[in-house]
């Protein structure tokens, strides 16, 4: 009987009745053809790979990473408590040590959705890494994670929640927003002054290929993880840099994503978009699963795969080598950015504008953050939805220092003295508490 | 009258049925070296003094095929696979005569490479030199269009004479477990076709020309025509038999566990407002993974005659049988000592279970009526902790929509039957442990063979229909039909319903029994470029397995 060489764990939850609306690429479909794949090969009769039930996650679990306006129960529906569980479930076997690694073949999917939650983005509601991630902090008091996100699009929402959080490294590759969706995603956005640098994001040209892939997985990616030390790395494993992905433009193939995921060696990975759900899934994802296995995944090709047609383009080369070497200096000098940008104990302020292209909803935030050289900082968000409410947030970081806990408390009775908001909340991590006032 | 017969192990069980009551049982040893003696003893047994022709129905249920499988009595299998992209199928071979070869279909049915005719002629030739008579056409993704094993089938036709084609044993999508399936079929096929057409010349010489039907994993029978398709389909039937000789005793819309607790081991299964619950896939015990339906069973090493040791001061059951109980000339000590010694069973010879049980509370430095309690107290609740995991397992099992996950239902079992020699004596204090009403079915000593005998005809299945591609169909049973873009859910179960009802009349079933359930329903948007081109449809029915009608034998 054929055996693993790594204990790897599978959620498959394809959420055959759940859609953002019949022909969205969001729709019952997407992982039917991936489910084929998995059960033809007799995937789960391998010695060493184990399915699991995807969890149940409840409101408390979605309050320690986002605020939703006006609920959690307004923004989401069943299939997103279950997405999110199928990543909690993975991670829970993975630090119960039942498992060595997993990944969660869920939708829908979660990398769009930003720490304030007014409706859907790019066909997100809740970010399922995220909650899965401060479900495991907070249960199992693990502290510093890396997030690589692979999706062609920028994984923004991801980008956003640990924008100021030092003790998550995110890093994100997709292909360069002036030619994709959210727009977003260019070298220069590395996060807030308590944490610059543990944002790093790698616009990638389009017609890159499984070499630039791989580049700066090499390059830049793994480099980076070394020398942070992480306690567990979260891959959001988009599959839509696939060179049949009708919405995108790369040229990547199920040969390279399981030779990233050998590189990156992830200990959970979580399923995000991808839309060739013919072309693509069923061997991208069969790919992935062999190479978590540690198993040989050399016969894993799509029918219409010739690499020789899918070469990349010397121009495009360079141009990621020159990508790679700007990652590789900002990282650098990560610790000198965060000296640089702001004295101890001052308030930094920042406006955003967020589209919500899924529901039609534009968002206005202005962000206050105290900057710290001890703690990811008191953070208040004043938030204006139109259409929708306006609310304050406030969020005390889960390894607050003394100082900042004050300050977010301040932040929060400030508010409740003003009539302005529908509502205002304060997300306070060391004591898992979340009150909506 | 009906004849039900269940040659297991050690012995063999068999019942004539009135349809009023158990009108004669009996209890042979098996000959495991001739099995056909064994079962003619039992006919000539039940047959005494009746007439031949009063008999009706006759079910058999052997462990023929399980015993071949273990000695390695099969014949050799010459095994062609045509696997496409995926995991290399060299690590799914079996036996030494196995040839991938070139062809590829996807998911949806679709031709990706074709296959090259050169390969296979080429197999066949080594094959025939190898003197291989029977042979497996096995294809990846076959279930959705089976045109590369039908065009194997027709190169090697000229050939070989016995050819298993892997779309014929199942829908299910499971490519090494097609390849093991349509191996085994293959390789049981001439013993089980010999083998029972002794069985039916012999009946017919004595009169005795009622169909015979075959007992298969999945506690429904087939006709021997059907059989010799699907000799595999026979394997590990004797579990099956016990599980359908419970239902008449299972009351109606309650969960029940069915504990078969023997002499070496306990079978679990579970049941559902009457019906057992089926494997998922296929048989998964070990080693044999398979695509064969069966009853959902555990069998674990606990059983009346297991060894008593200590381990790590404590005292441990089981796993392993090293003989008969010491009241019955044994020479560890068992269950069955303990509840001889205590009084609860009145059997064999006490002074020498009495030994057993000191010989253990030496050891522990206790005395022999407290070793005696702590044995059967231990053997009862380990039963009792083995269904627990089971339905564990079961509610564990992960599902695939919304619907199904927050309407997933749940087994709560709210009756234990017990069947074996020592359920009896146990019924009461596994009831006490578990909580759970418990209750003994009664004959259960034969209960194997009742359930054999009243064991409906059982079939499953499977229709897809793509409207894009503009085709309904069941490769299984060798259905294609052209559809139009307005076919609809409708007309998807009304074909699937015609070819069930078809196929189980084939296999033996009389209408009336015709319990049909639709297991599986799938309807898909195809939509590309944000356009509906079609739909697909899948649709698994079956006829559940349970007892034909006409024969109340409740208790």
Known sequence: ?437 | MIIGLDVGGTHADAVLLSDKKVERSIKVPTDTSNLFNTVLTCFNLLLENIKPQLIQRVVISTTLTTNSVVQKNIDPVGIIVSAGPGIDPDNFRRGNHYYPVSGSIDHRGREIKPIIHGEIEAAAEKMKKDGIKYIGVIGKFSPRNPSHEITIHSILKHHFDTIFMGHKVSGKLNFPRRIATVYLNAAVFSMHKNFFNAVTDTLKQKGLTAPIQILKADGGTMNLHTSMEFPGQTILSGPAASVMGAIPHAPDDKDILVLDIGGTTTDLAVMVNKAPLLEPVGIGRGKHKSLIRALHTTSKGIGGDSEVTIKRGAIAIGPDRKGPAMAFGGNTPTPTDAMIYLGIMDAGDKSLAEKGMAQIASKLEISPQQAAEAIFTKTCSKIVELTRKMVERINSKPVYTVHEFLEGYKINPQQILLLGGPAPFMAARIEEISGIKTTVVPMSSVANAIGAALARTTCEISLLADTEQGIESAPEENYTETITRNYRKDDAMKTAQKLLEKKAIQSGAIEENLELELTEFQEFNIVRRFSLQGKIFRVKMQVKPGLIKGFSLAS
């Open chain 1, 1 to 437: 009987m054929l055996k693993s060489d790594k204990k790897t764990g599978l959620v498959f939850f394809p959420a055959f009745d759940w859609a953002i609306d019949p022909t969205h690429p969001e729709r019952e479909e997407r992982l039917l053809y991936t489910q084929d794949q998995v059960m033809e090969e007799g995937i789960f009769d391998i010695n060493g790979i184990t399915e699991y039930k995807p969890e149940l996650i409840n409101a408390d679990d979605i309050r320690r990473t986002h605020f939703c306006v006006p609920d959690e129960a307004s923004v989401t529906t069943e299939s997103h408590l279950i997405s999110a569980g199928g990543a909690a479930a993975i991670g829970r076997a993975v630090m119960e040590k039942e498992i060595d690694n997993g990944f969660a073949l869920v939708r829908p999917p979660g990398h769009h959705a930003m720490r304030i939650v007014h409706g859907g983005r790019g066909f997100c509601y809740i970010n399922i890494e995220a909650v899965m991630v401060e479900l495991l902090r907070q249960q199992y008091g693990i502290k510093r994670v890396v997030i690589v996100d692979t999706d062609c699009h920028h994984g923004d929402g991801t980008n956003d929640i640990y924008w100021h959080d030092p003790d998550t490294l995110f890093i994100s590759i997709h292909q360069d927003g002036r030619t994709l969706y959210p727009g977003s995603g260019f070298t220069g956005e590395l996060g807030g002054p308590n944490a610059k640098g543990s944002n790093l994001n790698i616009p990638l040209p389009p017609g890159t290929g499984t070499e630039g892939y791989l580049y700066v997985i090499k390059n830049s990616v793994l480099p980076a993880i070394e020398e942070f030390k992480p306690d567990i790395i979260v891959n959001s494993a988009g599959q839509d840099n696939h060179y049949t992905d009708p919405l995108t433009n790369m040229n990547f193939s199920a040969q390279g994503y399981a030779e990233l995921t050998t590189l990156l060696k992830p200990d959970i990975a979580v399923l995000e978009g991808g839309y060739s759900i013919e072309g693509a899934l069923p061997y991208v994802n069969l790919g992935i699963i062999l190479a978590l296995a540690g198993m040989d995944y050399s016969n894993v090709v799509e029918p219409d795969y010739h690499p020789e047609r899918l070469k990349q383009a010397s121009n495009v080369t360079d141009h990621i080598k020159r990508t790679s070497d700007i990652i590789n200096n900002y990282w650098k000098k990560r610790h000198e950015m965060r000296e640089k940008a702001g004295a101890n104990g001052t308030i930094q302020e920042r406006h955003r504008e967020i589209f919500y292209d899924t529901d039609n909803i534009f968002e206005r935030q202005k962000e206050r953050i105290r900057i710290c050289r001890e703690c990811a900082g008191a953070l208040e968000i004043d938030s204006q939805a139109m259409p929708g409410s306006r609310i304050m947030a406030v969020h005390i970081p889960l390894n607050a220092c003394h100082a900042c806990k004050e300050t977010a408390y301040d932040m929060f009775e400030q508010a409740k003295t003003t009539k302005k908001y529908s509502k205002i909340f304060l997300q306070d991590r060391p004591k898992d508490e979340y009150i909506c006032f």
